[in-house]
């Protein structure tokens, strides 16, 4: 066998083994059955409400919690608890929703531009939901008591808040909260919120005692039970934090095995954070964060509370001391919404928050994955269709490996050209290994061919590969991307199959992630393979009968290997395919060798002879 097919065997049966381990470790994902709601997962506290955090230098500890019942019917549940109690109406073009004014928590908040489903009539997306309900999730403001302050003294979980200005919330349109303590403190609350999903609360304290007060403010983001994810290892689902540059992620499972501290009364991680940072809850698409204002000190916290089932984070400020007559004040940012690159990376730079950017999942290939995500986004902006945008990155990429992929077409050629001095020397040779070896360095060295030039560029669409699958399974942006025809959501497998025609028939295919959606593969998945076939046969097949019968299967293999990935990444593999095709051609053609591509088919379909005895 020449080293050319030997190394084109290496190239390949690498890059299917590097794909065939991914596959195994990272499977595609599978569609998510819905989880039944009656009952949630762990139970929450009496009062509803997550523990308040201690001042931050009192060490003064709340109640343990202790249970409720959960409500028999979550839909009618949501509702009744919204109607329940005063509320405060978020409105804007993104969102929608309402503050409880008991407690002024943000417990209600819906994503406007995000449905749940393809179907236009699926729900929008619920993100914040209130106490009580079978996925409470809400953020919570106050203020915790320093020195012989009781508890009762500031606002906290339940305090009743009052509107004091302001109608609804919306953009431009501000909303202050005020409550008296009736013993000479008088806090408020404003809100405002942009035209993204970025809140501002300011909260103030107004003391008209004749005594100096202390107290620390807090803000806190809580989720009671485990929340349902996608539960995939590629993807990072939990805590997500900033602590002066330095990017820590937690997921939910491992909260539980953080060590306890007395102190909180509970698991935690408590981190002091000098100037700049966040902490805040990261689903697949969506995100709650804490942002302090840049440049301010504060205490990050990780909590969880096993006995409630409640996980927590907190971001606590310095306590401040307040002298009779004063009013002290404290402003911070809370993030809740859709994880858009756009809206992220603006707020990184116009607010000064670091690495905000960092709060997505680039994966271990961040030097790849945030280069090739940006450049598919300016795509898009310019097309305006995700599928086509990926052709179009295809074809960029595929332009800058192009003198690598030169290189190698044009020493391929050479390579056909030394055939017949190759077979010469083999015959010269005869069975001495040793002196057909050094002949053949030597007819490399004068014929300046580097016989490893050819893996070059199937070793180099690994790396690439790899960081575009890991942005079409974790940026929104790709969610319910639409292309063309049945290809309405590219982040998702092909919806086509051969049971339904590849969609001529008007009913659906196998339900994605199933056995049959593996076997009955799509349209996408059957171009796949056409297209590795079409590739292979710009070579002769090897004349090993063994190494014949692997690139025989290969393009098969990772037809129904690969079917079940996102669309999206299919139709970059086949645009790949085909350029790599072309370029391949008309280099190695260019440089004195023509494939013949048509015989070399004509003779995959003969059957070889058996040899006469």
């Given at each position: 066998?020449?080293?050319?097919?030997k190394?084109?065997?290496?190239?390949?049966a690498?890059?299917?083994?590097?794909i065939?381990?991914?596959?195994?470790?990272f499977p595609?994902e599978e569609?998510?059955t819905p989880?039944?709601t009656?009952t949630?997962t762990?139970?929450?506290?009496?009062?509803?409400?997550a523990?308040t955090?201690?001042a931050?230098?009192?060490?003064?500890?709340?109640?343990?919690?202790?249970?409720?019942?959960?409500?028999?019917?979550?839909?009618?549940a949501?509702?009744?608890l919204?109607?329940?109690v005063?509320?405060l109406d978020i409105?804007?073009e993104?969102?929608?929703?309402?503050?409880?004014?008991?407690?002024?928590?943000i417990?209600?908040l819906l994503?406007?531009?995000?449905?749940?489903?393809?179907?236009p009539?699926?729900?929008?997306?619920?993100?914040?939901?209130?106490?009580?309900?079978?996925?409470a999730y809400?953020?919570l403001?106050?203020?915790?008591?320093?020195g012989d302050?009781a508890?009762?003294?500031v606002?906290?979980?339940?305090?009743p808040w009052a509107?004091?200005?302001?109608a609804?919330?919306d953009?431009?349109?501000p909303?202050?909260?005020?409550w008296d303590?009736?013993?000479g403190?008088?806090?408020?609350?404003t809100l405002?919120?942009?035209?993204?999903?970025l809140?501002?609360?300011t909260?103030?304290?107004?003391?008209?005692?004749?005594?100096t007060?202390?107290?620390?403010?807090y803000g806190?983001?809580?989720?009671h039970g485990?929340p349902?994810t996608?539960n995939?290892?590629?993807?990072h689902?939990?805590?997500?934090?900033?602590s002066?540059?330095e990017?820590?992620?937690?997921?939910?499972?491992?909260?539980?095995?953080?060590?306890?501290?007395?102190?909180?009364?509970?698991?935690a991680?408590v981190?002091?954070?000098?100037?700049n940072?966040?902490?805040?809850f990261?689903?697949?698409?969506?995100?709650?964060?804490?942002?302090?204002?840049p440049?301010?000190?504060?205490?990050?916290?990780?909590k969880?509370?096993?006995?409630a089932g409640?996980y927590?984070?907190?971001?606590?400020?310095?306590?401040?001391?307040?002298a009779?007559?004063?009013t002290?004040?404290?402003?911070?940012y809370?993030?809740?919404?859709?994880k858009?690159?756009?809206?992220?990376?603006?707020?990184?730079?116009?607010?000064g928050?670091?690495r905000?950017?960092d709060s997505?999942?680039?994966?271990w290939?961040?030097?790849?994955?945030?280069p090739?995500f940006?450049?598919l986004h300016e795509?898009?902006?310019?097309?305006?269709?995700m599928g086509?945008?990926?052709?179009v990155?295809?074809l960029?990429?595929?332009?800058?490996?192009?003198?690598?992929?030169?290189k190698?077409?044009v020493?391929?050629?050479?390579?056909k050209?030394?055939?017949?001095?190759?077979?010469k020397?083999?015959?010269?040779?005869g069975?001495?290994?040793q002196?057909?070896?050094?002949g053949?360095?030597?007819?490399?060295?004068?014929?300046?061919?580097?016989p490893?030039a050819g893996?070059?560029p199937i070793?180099?669409?690994?790396p690439?590969f790899?960081?575009?699958?890991?942005?079409?399974?974790?940026?929104?942006?790709?969610?319910?991307a639409p292309?063309?025809?049945?290809?309405?959501?590219?982040?998702a497998?092909?919806?086509t199959?051969?049971?339904?025609?590849f969609?001529?028939?008007?009913?659906?295919?196998?339900?994605?992630?199933?056995?049959?959606?593996?076997i009955?593969?799509?349209?996408?998945?059957?171009?796949?393979?056409?297209?590795m076939w079409?590739?292979?046969?710009l070579n002769?097949a090897?004349?090993?009968p063994t190494?014949?019968?692997?690139?025989a299967y290969?393009p098969?293999?990772?037809?129904?290997?690969?079917g079940t990935f996102?669309s999206g990444?299919?139709i970059?593999?086949?645009?790949?395919?085909?350029?790599?095709?072309?370029q391949?051609?008309?280099?190695m053609r260019?440089n004195?060798y023509?494939p013949d591509?048509?015989?070399?088919?004509?003779?995959?379909f003969?059957?070889k002879?058996?040899d006469?005895?």
């Amino acid at each position: 066998m020449d080293d050319q097919n030997k190394n084109l065997i290496l190239a390949t049966a690498l890059s299917f083994l590097v794909i065939l381990v991914w596959f195994l470790l990272f499977p595609p994902e599978e569609p998510q059955t819905p989880v039944a709601t009656d009952t949630p997962t762990t139970a929450a506290p009496a009062d509803g409400l997550a523990l308040t955090p201690p001042a931050a230098t009192d060490g003064v500890a709340p109640a343990p919690p202790t249970l409720i019942d959960p409500d028999a019917d979550p839909s009618a549940a949501r509702e009744t608890l919204l109607a329940g109690v005063d509320r405060l109406d978020i409105d804007t073009e993104r969102l929608e929703g309402s503050i409880s004014l008991i407690g002024g928590r943000i417990d209600n908040l819906l994503l406007k531009d995000y449905r749940e489903t393809l179907d236009p009539d699926s729900p929008i997306v619920t993100l914040l939901s209130p106490v009580g309900s079978s996925a409470a999730y809400y953020a919570l403001y106050g203020w915790a008591p320093g020195g012989d302050l009781a508890f009762d003294a500031v606002p906290g979980a339940n305090t009743p808040w009052a509107l004091e200005s302001g109608a609804a919330l919306d953009v431009g349109a501000p909303v202050t909260l005020v409550w008296d303590n009736g013993d000479g403190l008088i806090f408020r609350r404003t809100l405002s919120i942009d035209e993204n999903y970025l809140f501002t609360v300011t909260q103030s304290v107004e003391n008209t005692t004749d005594r100096t007060v202390r107290m620390a403010p807090y803000g806190l983001v809580a989720r009671h039970g485990e929340p349902e994810t996608v539960n995939f290892f590629i993807l990072h689902e939990g805590v997500v934090r900033m602590s002066d540059g330095e990017l820590q992620e937690i997921d939910y499972n491992s909260m539980p095995d953080m060590e306890f501290v007395e102190r909180e009364g509970a698991l935690a991680d408590v981190v002091p954070v000098a100037e700049n940072g966040w902490i805040g809850f990261t689903d697949k698409y969506w995100m709650t964060t804490l942002i302090p204002t840049p440049g301010q000190a504060f205490t990050s916290v990780a909590k969880y509370v096993p006995g409630a089932g409640i996980y927590q984070t907190e971001a606590r400020m310095p306590t401040m001391t307040i002298a009779p007559g004063e009013t002290a004040d404290n402003s911070s940012y809370l993030f809740a919404g859709a994880k858009e690159w756009e809206a992220i990376r603006d707020y990184q730079r116009d607010k000064g928050i670091e690495r905000f950017i960092d709060s997505i999942d680039w994966g271990w290939f961040f030097f790849l994955t945030k280069p090739i995500f940006w450049l598919l986004h300016e795509i898009n902006i310019l097309i305006g269709n995700m599928g086509w945008s990926i052709i179009v990155l295809t074809l960029i990429l595929k332009a800058l490996l192009f003198p690598l992929a030169y290189k190698s077409y044009v020493s391929m050629a050479k390579m056909k050209e030394l055939q017949p001095q190759m077979e010469k020397l083999k015959e010269s040779a005869g069975d001495d290994k040793q002196k057909m070896q050094q002949g053949m360095m030597e007819l490399y060295k004068k014929e300046k061919v580097n016989p490893a030039a050819g893996c070059l560029p199937i070793l180099m669409q690994i790396p690439i590969f790899f960081s575009l699958y890991k942005v079409i399974f974790v940026t929104i942006e790709l969610r319910h991307a639409p292309w063309l025809g049945p290809f309405q959501d590219l982040s998702a497998p092909d919806p086509t199959s051969i049971m339904n025609l590849f969609g001529l028939l008007p009913f659906p295919g196998p339900e994605a992630g199933t056995i049959l959606a593996i076997i009955f593969i799509g349209i996408l998945p059957l171009l796949l393979g056409i297209s590795m076939w079409l590739q292979q046969k710009l070579n002769p097949a090897p004349t090993d009968p063994t190494q014949a019968m692997i690139f025989a299967y290969m393009p098969w293999v990772f037809m129904f290997m690969l079917g079940t990935f996102a669309s999206g990444l299919i139709i970059y593999w086949i645009a790949n395919n085909v350029i790599t095709f072309a370029q391949q051609y008309f280099i190695m053609r260019r440089n004195g060798y023509t494939p013949d591509l048509f015989g070399n088919i004509k003779s995959s379909f003969k059957r070889k002879k058996p040899d006469a005895e």
